[in-house]
Nanobody, 120 residues
Framework: EVQLVESGGGLVQAGGSLRLSCAAS??????????IGWFRQAPGKEREGVSC???????YYADSVKGRFTISRDNAKNTMYLEMNSLKPEDSAIYYC????????????WGQGTQVTVSS
């Protein structure tokens, strides 16, 4: 059973930083075989892709976060990270991790997410 546990969210002022973590388990293949990504969902909006990193380290960022967010992974710990800097109120959302298939999530199951709230 796939399990995804996100952490690290919180309330910060605009311009602040947060580092999100995601611990993954239950993948059919080794963690480092998967492309992985971060997604977010703001109230009243659909979930959207934020960033992903391929199994060989190629990264992708949505235009809205490019230059401010950095995705990384630690394959030895089955963990992925999202370093978020220069946060804006529009970054407020619940952030989720998942394996990725292109720019979409691979698995239907999601973790509980971690809430990020950026005050102006």
């Amino acid at each position: 059973e796939v399990q995804l546990v996100e952490s690290g969210g919180g309330l910060v002022q605009a311009g602040g930083s947060l580092r999100l973590s995601c611990a993954a388990s239950g993948f059919t293949r080794a963690f480092d075989d998967y492309d992985i990504g971060w997604f977010r969902q703001a109230p009243g909006k659909e979930r959207e892709g934020v960033s992903c990193i391929s199994s060989d380290g190629i990264t992708y960022y949505a235009d809205s976060v490019k230059g401010r967010f950095t995705i990384s992974r630690d394959n030895a710990k089955n963990t992925m990270y999202l370093e978020m800097n220069s946060l804006k109120p529009e970054d407020s959302a619940i952030y989720y991790c998942n394996a990725a298939s292109g720019r979409a999530a691979l698995f239907d199951s999601w973790g509980q997410g971690t809430q990020v709230t950026v005050s102006s």
